[in-house]
């Protein structure tokens, strides 16, 4: 079996799952999952992103993306991931918006641009390029349920930053929820999401319906607490033990960062199959799930990473100290 009891479990957030699906938990998961996918098939599109939120997908490991695009879900259309390549590939996507099809997910990763529909095009129509805002407003209306998938897609992230020198977005970059303005958006934030997040919130879609969800749209299995409130180094900010240095020991709050600030259970759930999580690996949290990502101003790593160099008279460059005339590991 694909996807067992224990595994259906880990990704849906833990011991909850029991209690929400407890049909699916008795009469074997992969049959109820493999049922649920036929009916419910999934449109993935890809805008203004860097495709880490699809890496990440394809990083999940129990179980296997082979098993989670075969017998979990039913991915009709993904551009990185499909077989299929121009007219054959779009057609999917034409069918969809032509036969008015109410019966898919539909995900969408990256922010949309508004200012020129050229800032990102999918495919071409009767030899027209197609903008990505085009086919997310179409599919958007027939869509049984629509998932911003990453920060860029649910609150615009870096593709959605202003130009420090314009004070303007140059691409008008703007998320999922403001394209799609009449119906509720399930965000799954993160830069990148975790797979879980991303696995289990389709398989909840599929089997049960919407998620409960927080204030922004995240499903409150993943988001539900703080960073802080589950964080590995949490005895030491209840010690008072602060970290004065990168690799020192102690709470990294004085470094920037942001786990008082973020909601997921990353520290819980880990990255790379449990292997660490961002604060256990001495890296402090970046806030990549929250709304304001990547700018907090004041708070925050980069902020803190730049001070850093300025008091030592140099500009910090990917990891590298340049002084006057020098460069310093």
């Known amino acids: 079996m694909a996807l067992n009891r224990r595994e259906f479990l880990k990704i849906m957030g ?14 074997g998961c992969k049959k109820a999952l ?13 805008a203004q992103s860097c495709s880490g939120c699809s890496v990440s997908l394809l990083n999940k490991i129990n179980p296997d993306i ?16 499909m077989a299929g390549t121009g007219s054959t ?40 390029h197609v903008s990505a805002k085009e086919w997310v407003e179409e599919l958007g209306k027939n ?11 649910a609150y615009g992230g870096i593709p959605g930053g202003k130009s420090m020198t314009t004070g303007v977005n140059p691409t008008g970059a703007v998320p999922v929820s403001e394209i799609i303005k009449d119906r509720l958006i399930v965000n799954i ?61 102690g709470c990294l709050y004085n470094l920037g960062c942001l786990g008082m600030d973020s909601g997921c259970d990353i520290p819980v759930r880990k990255w790379n199959n449990g292997a660490s999580s961002c604060t256990e690996s001495g890296a402090g949290c970046i806030g990549c799930t929250e709304k304001v990502f990547p700018d907090y101003g004041k708070r925050g790593i980069f902020y803190h990473l730049h001070g850093s160099s300025q008091e030592k008279g140099g500009t910090a460059i990917s990891g590298i100290v340049k002084q006057k005339g020098n460069l310093e590991a």
């Not at 869509?143 to 897609?153: E, F, H, M």
């Open 189 to 249: 934030p993160g830069c990148p999401p975790h797979p879980d997040w991303m696995v289990g919130t389709l398989v909840h879609l599929l089997l049960k319906g919407m998620p409960e969800l927080d204030e922004y749209n995240r499903p409150k299995m993943y988001f539900g607490q703080t960073v802080h409130d589950r964080c590995e180094l949490l005895n030491y900010y209840k010690r008072g033990v602060f970290a004065k240095e990168w690799g020192d020991k």
């Open 14 to 27: 833990g011991t909850t799952a029991a209690f929400a699906f407890p049909g699916v938990l008795l009469q």
């Open 143 to 153: 869509a049984v349920a629509v998932v911003s998938a990453g920060t860029c897609a």
């Open 66 to 81: 082979v098993s989670v695009i075969t017998e979990v879900i039913s991915l009709n259309y993904h551009q990185t991931l």
């Open 34 to 46: 493999q049922e649920a996918s036929a009916r419910t098939p999934v449109i993935w599109l890809q």
């Open 89 to 128: 590939a779009i057609d999917v996507l034409e069918e969809a918006v032509k036969k008015q099809r109410k019966d898919f997910i539909l995900i969408v990763e990256g922010s949309i641009p508004t200012k020129d529909d050229y800032y990102c095009t999918i495919g071409e129509v009767d030899g027209k």
